[in-house]
């Protein structure tokens, strides 16, 4: 279960593979020292990875697409990781 769970399944995969609900998952993981994230989404894509695109000048929507994920995913991340939105006046014309 571990292993599967580093490879990049997520909660609710593994309780669907071992026919249970995802806080007996949660539990066992962390009983095994794994830190298990709150947000399905972290599994997706690596949220310092969203911050350097995003400072680097990418815009939320575009990050998104790349990884999959709607914008306001990406903005709550950001947000989360204490990164100041930019508004549509930021932008160069």
């Not at 669907?16 to 539990?27: I, K, N, P, W």
């Not at 690596?46 to 575009?62: C, F, I, N, T, V």
């Amino acid at each position: 279960m571990m292993r599967r769970y580093h490879a990049g399944e997520t909660v609710y995969d593994l309780a669907e593979a071992f026919g249970c609900h995802r806080s007996t998952v949660s539990a066992v993981l962390k009983r095994n020292g794994v830190t298990v994230t709150l947000v399905k989404s972290e599994k997706i894509f690596d949220p310092a990875e969203a911050a350097a695109l995003y400072e680097a000048g990418m815009k939320s929507k575009e990050i998104g697409k790349r990884f999959g994920v709607s914008e306001q995913t990406i903005r709550d991340c950001l947000k989360k990781q204490g990164i100041k939105m930019r508004t549509r006046w930021d932008y160069p014309r």
